[in-house]
Structures are given as C-alpha cells and as structure tokens.
C-alpha cells in the first residue's frame, strides 16, 4: 500500500491523470456535443418532412374535399415507414388514423406541438405501458368543417441515434480508462523502481562512497538525462576529494623536508656568532622561505583553476602570439642551459581562453624541458610546435632529456608527484598538475609520449596541449 501511496505522489502520476481526466472531459463534451447537434439536425429535418406532408394534404383537400384527402392519408398511412396521421372531431376524439390514441390536450391547438407527445400505435402488443408509449412531433391544423388534421412523425429514430452515441462514448470512455490504467500503472511502477535504485545509490553516496554512480537506463529520458547530469557532477566531486585528499597528504609529506630544513637554518643563524655566517643562513632561511611561497602560490593558482574561478575571463586569443612571446623570452634561458629553443608556430592560431593562464601552462612546460634536457646527452634542443588539425589545435613541447615511463605519465600530473631521479632537480612537482588544470579549464586535455621511443637513455618527452576548436 506504501509503495501505492509513493506513487500516487510522484509528479509524473499525478500529470498523467490530470491529463487523462481533462481528457475525458474534452470527449466527453464533444460526444455530447456532436450528439445533441446530430440530434437537433434530425429533428429539424423531421420536421422539414412533416410541413411537407401537411402542405401536400392541404393542397389535396383543396383539390378533391375531404373525399381526396381521406384517400390520401388512407394511402400515405399504408406506406412503410408512414407518418402520424390522425383525424379528429372538434372535441378531440380521434375518428380515422394510423394512431390509437394520443397524450391528452395534444389536439386541443393547432400548430406545432412545444413539446414531443406520447402516442400509442395499433399494433402495439407489449403489457408494459412504457413499451407502448412512443414519443412524436406534429403539426396540427382545422379544416373548414372543424376537424383537426394531426400529422407527425416518431422521434424514434434521433433518441436510438442518441442512445447509440451515448452507448459508443461509455463503452470508448471505459476502454479508455482501462488502457490508462493499465500505461499509467506500468510507467507508474518503472519509474518508482528507477527512484528507488536512484535512492538506494543516493543513500551510499551520503554514506561517503563517491565512487558510487547513479543507474542509467539508456533510454534518452529524463531521469537518464537526471541521472548523467549528477553522475558528472558526482565524477567532479569525486576528483576534487581525491585531490583535496592528495594535496593533504602530499602536504605533510613533501613539505616537512623544506620546513625541517628551514629551522635548522634558523637554529644555525642563532647559534652563529659570526655576523657573516648569520647572513649566510639568513640567506637561506629567505631562500627556502621563497620556495614554499611558490609552492603555496601554485598550489592555489590550482585550486583556482580546478574551482573554475576564472572561466568568466575566457576570451579569444592568438596563441601564436603567446607562443612566440613566451619563447622569445625563455631563449636566453634555454641558451644558458646549452639548449637550443627552435619553434615551428603557425600563424593566425587562435583558440578560446585565458591568456594568462595559457601563457602559464606554456611556461612551465618549457621549464621543465629545459630543466631535465640539460646536460644529457644527444640533441640539445627543446622544440615547440604549433598547428591547427582539422577538430583540434595541438601546441607541442618536445625535449631529448631521459623522458618519463609510459607506466608513470598519469602520475606525473598529480601534485608534488616527482620521479625518483627528478628529486635532485629543483622544483615542487605541481608544474604538470596545473597545466592539467589549465587544460581541463579550457575543455582540452594534455598528452605525453616518447619524442625519440627508439632511443632508450635520451628518447625525450614530447607534451602536447590540446585545444578544441
């Protein structure tokens, strides 16, 4: 009874028999409608009929006397399907007719009859009086002599069409509600399973299991359209946890090593008496102190990026012009390491975005190539590459350092993440976790391969960010 009374308060329920009952309704007015117009152009044509006849025994007696209208009457009476057609005397007492008797008062005017009267026909034979009433209109009128002509016609025919009308409309009506009952039952019923199991994930995700997802059933509807919507929600959120999960962790762990190490300096600074050793260590108190500002700094430019904060300030931009000036301005940089920045940019480049935060991704990505290229052996270049494919825009970082393992590139781009042989090099290991951040801002993604995959000390790493077009 429970699950009844759910589903009686589910909306969709309830529209659907608002919109079944102003259904019936609308049926139900025109049926009647069209019956009662049916009905009416019946009658009138009934009564059309009559004034026919009444016209025509009038034109008879005018001809032949009441001999010739006798014979008329006597000979239209005998005809299948005959018309009313009675005779009286002034009093009212039926003399000649196709009519036993007539509703009392009916011959007293001549005319039309205001309201149809019940007669009896001779050759009724049922013990019932209603089976021997039938109902008439006719139309009246005195001859020369006093007599009164009646001429009518049964009104048998428009209350069968009545009737039959009625029957139809309660036997389409009954159909109608029964197949209602039975649609609205079956989608009544799915659609609380589906909110039931809706509710059932609903309740583990509150319970604290975010890898839960809510069921799609493939169909297109609204509750898969629902459902799709939170489920990419509930994705978000649960990436955001894990991050928020992993920033703490990373945190605690790779920031203890800095912060130790400024306090020894600190300790140094005061146990030193010499003024130029106490400067030293200041020196490297502001040093460290400098870092874990940058890392803090990038750690919140990445909570900015991934909370969306700055999507409003999405504009079109050159990334060609980005491209060059960022390398014009790492290239005294690039040649200081020995490393030789070349560029192969395509003009007229544009995408839709932020141009600081593009600007930023570019930076970093030449920062590190230019940071893990150094030194190694081989090609010492670092080449950045721009082009505009037929759905995408691909702009490409490439170096011939020792690259990354193909098993490590998703680690790679979580924050303070650093491969064991990337320890030595200075850095916070959050560069590739915002330009991941940039790029999902953007509705791009971020790519990593092999530049040289035939070459095992120096195969390189090649980071393409790709922008959709």
């Known amino acids: 009874m429970s699950r009844f009374r759910v589903l009686f308060r589910s909306t969709a329920v309830r529209l659907s028999a608002l919109y079944i009952l102003l259904f019936a309704l609308c049926a139900a007015t025109l049926v009647f409608y069209v019956s009662a117009m049916s009905e009416r152009l019946l009658t009138g044509q009934i009564r059309d009929a009559v004034q026919q006849e009444v016209n025509q025994v009038k034109r008879a007696y005018d001809v032949g006397g009441l001999n010739l209208l006798l014979r008329t009457m006597e000979r239209r009476a005998r005809q299948p399907g005959a018309n009313l057609y009675v005779i009286a005397s002034p009093s009212g007492d039926i003399l000649a007719g196709n009519v036993a008797s007539v509703q009392p008062g009916v011959l007293g005017e001549a005319g039309w009859t205001e309201l149809p009267f019940s007669y009896e026909r001779y050759t009724d034979t049922g013990t019932n009086d209603a089976e021997r009433r039938h109902l008439a209109i006719a139309n009246i009128f005195l001859l020369d002599n006093g007599l009164r002509i009646l001429i009518g016609r049964d009104l048998g025919e428009p209350e069968r069409f009545r009737v039959l009308v009625r029957q139809a409309l309660m036997l389409a009506l009954a159909i109608m509600g029964l197949g209602a009952l039975v649609i609205w039952f079956g989608i009544g019923r799915n659609a609380l399973k589906r909110i039931d199991r809706m509710t059932d994930a609903s309740r583990k995700i509150m319970a604290g299991d975010l890898s839960q997802r809510l069921p799609v059933g493939g169909s297109g509807d609204e509750f898969d359209r629902m459902s799709t919507s939170l489920n990419a929600m509930l994705e978000r959120i649960e990436k955001l946890n894990e991050g928020l999960r992993q920033v703490s962790d990373n945190i ?218």
Do not use: W
């Open 252 to 469: 605690a762990h790779d920031l203890k090593t800095p912060l130790t190490r400024l306090r020894n300096k600190a300790a140094d600074a005061l146990d030193n008496a010499n003024s130029e050793g106490r400067r030293v260590a200041l020196e490297g108190i502001i040093g460290e102190s400098d870092q874990l500002i940058r890392t803090f700094n990038a750690l919140l430019m990445i909570s900015r990026v991934e909370a969306g904060s700055v999507a409003a300030e999405m504009t079109g931009v050159d990334l060609s012009s980005i491209v060059s000036d960022t390398a014009e301005l790492y290239e005294p940089v690039a040649e200081e390491a020995g490393l030789t920045l070349t560029t192969e940019i395509e003009p007229d480049v544009e995408v839709q975005g932020n141009r600081e935060l593009i600007g930023q991704a570019i930076f970093n990505l030449i920062d590190n190539a230019v940071k893990y290229a150094s030194g190694c052996p081989g090609k010492q270049a670092v080449v950045l590459k721009l082009s505009r494919e037929s759905n995408a825009v691909n702009l490409a970082v490439a170096d011939h350092g020792p690259g990354i393992p193909a098993h490590q590139r998703t680690e790679v781009v979580k924050r303070f993440f650093r491969l064991d042989e990337s320890r030595s090099k200075p850095g916070t290991g959050l560069g590739l976790a915002l330009v991941e951040a940039i790029m999902e801002l953007h509705g791009g993604r971020l790519e990593l391969c092999d530049t040289d995959p035939a070459s095992l000390d120096t195969r390189g790493l090649t980071v393409t960010m790709i922008f959709p077009t």
